[in-house]
């Protein structure tokens, strides 16, 4: 099982410098709440890294431009996809990774939605 986090932000360093500013300047009109939670304005979010490090789940990261090179599946930014083999579905929609405010939030949802995952998975083995 795969995480897939697609971030609501382009890829490159320009585009990183940009997001931090307007993280900086205008933070109420920041899109990316996967980004607020999972980074802070320069680094990793330390709570998050752990958990990250720590985990036993497979993650991929990508901004959307690499999202939609790659995948270019019809969705809202910032969503996490859940893939299994060729199979690939969304796991925690825009609309609840906007209500979180935390990397603890984030990290108890994961960890909820991929217990009921994992069980469901081996219910019904291939």
């Known amino acids: 099982m795969k995480l897939i986090f697609v971030y609501n932000a382009n890829?490159?360093?320009g585009n990183a410098f940009l997001d931090s500013?307007?993280?900086v300047l205008s933070?109420?009109?920041y899109n990316c709440a996967l980004c607020d939670i999972t980074y802070g304005v320069f680094k990793e979010n330390t709570v998050w890294?752990?958990?990250r490090e720590t985990s036993d789940l497979e993650?991929?990261?990508l901004h959307k431009d690499e999202y939609l090179m790659e995948y270019n599946l019809k969705t809202t930014f910032p969503?996490?996809?859940y893939k299994k083999e060729i199979?690939?579905?969304e796991f925690i929609s825009t609309?609840?990774?906007n209500k979180l405010k935390d990397a603890e939030s984030l990290i108890s949802l994961i960890t909820e939605k991929t217990k009921v995952a994992f069980s469901a998975d081996q219910n019904n083995p291939d």
């Open 79 to 81: 969503v996490i996809f």
């Open 59 to 61: 993650f991929e990261f």
């Open 49 to 51: 890294k752990k958990f």
């Open 21 to 23: 500013m307007h993280k």
């Open 11 to 13: 890829s490159g360093r």
């Open 95 to 97: 609309k609840k990774l």
């Open 87 to 89: 199979m690939i579905e």
């Open 27 to 29: 933070p109420g009109t």
